[in-house]
């Protein structure tokens, strides 16, 4: 039972093509969010989405639009991609995040995008 | 501006000796602490986490550390053992208030071998 899942796996594309990463979690969570794992290794949070409203959008490209159609879905979607989009995308879940404290995230196994 | 960083790229440590991966942030709104294990092609997985109110969280060979004043906390793994080679990811995430929306900032992780 996978619990995240991600498609695809890897995604290889030329420069100006738009491209949709899907994620799905069988957890019953209320909250995802899409990463982005640099070449430098950091992992930063995109977006986050609650119930289908999001809720954290940090400094993304216009050109990064996420869509929930329902909880337990949340793919990512980008236009006009560039080289330096060239990244591993993970998706993750929670419970919804409270005011005492958050929940544990349960990341999918990721997604690495090559742009040429 | 990396707030949370993991300054050590890795660590090697012979089985059943002990691992200290650690970790260093700059926020001082930060109060709850998580650590990651991520194996290659797979997801970041939860590990073990601390609140601010605490200095020391165990679960079983892992414990995490925390002090406040010198903005650190570590990870110590007893013994170790070749399934821990991975690797380690420290994150961090402003809980107070609920405003974060389980944002979690993370460091750029640390690999661990633990060599049989």
């Known amino acids: 039972d996978t619990a995240v899942s991600q498609t695809p796996k890897y995604l290889v594309t030329q420069m100006g093509n738009d491209k949709s990463i899907k994620c799905e979690q069988n957890?019953?969570?209320?909250?995802m969010y899409w990463y982005k794992q640099d070449s430098k290794k950091f992992l930063k949070i995109m977006f986050s989405?609650?119930?289908?409203?999001?809720?954290i959008n940090e400094t993304v490209p216009n050109r990064f639009s996420p869509k929930s159609p329902d909880k337990a879905h949340l793919n990512l979607h980008i236009n006009s991609l560039e080289l330096g989009d060239s990244a591993v995308y993970f998706c993750a879940s929670s419970q919804t995040p409270g005011l005492r404290g958050l929940y544990t995230q349960y990341f999918g196994p990721g997604t690495r995008l090559t742009v040429l | 501006d990396q707030q949370v960083k993991q300054n050590s790229p890795s660590l090697s440590v012979q089985e059943g000796r002990i691992s200290i991966l650690n970790c260093d942030y700059t926020?001082?709104?930060?109060?709850?602490f998580l650590w990651y294990k991520k194996y290659p092609a797979e997801g970041p997985t939860f590990l073990i986490s601390i609140s601010s109110i605490k200095d020391k969280n165990e679960d079983g060979r892992f414990t995490v550390f925390l002090n406040k004043s010198a903005k650190h906390l570590s990870l110590h793994i007893v013994p170790s053992q070749p399934g821990d080679s991975a690797v380690y990811f420290c994150a961090a995430s402003k809980t107070a208030g609920g405003t974060s929306y389980g944002k979690l900032t993370f460091g750029q992780g640390t690999i661990l071998t633990v060599h049989p």
């Open positions: 926020n001082s709104m930060f109060d709850y």
């Open positions: 957890l019953g969570h209320d909250t």
């Open positions: 989405y609650n119930n289908k409203e999001l809720i």
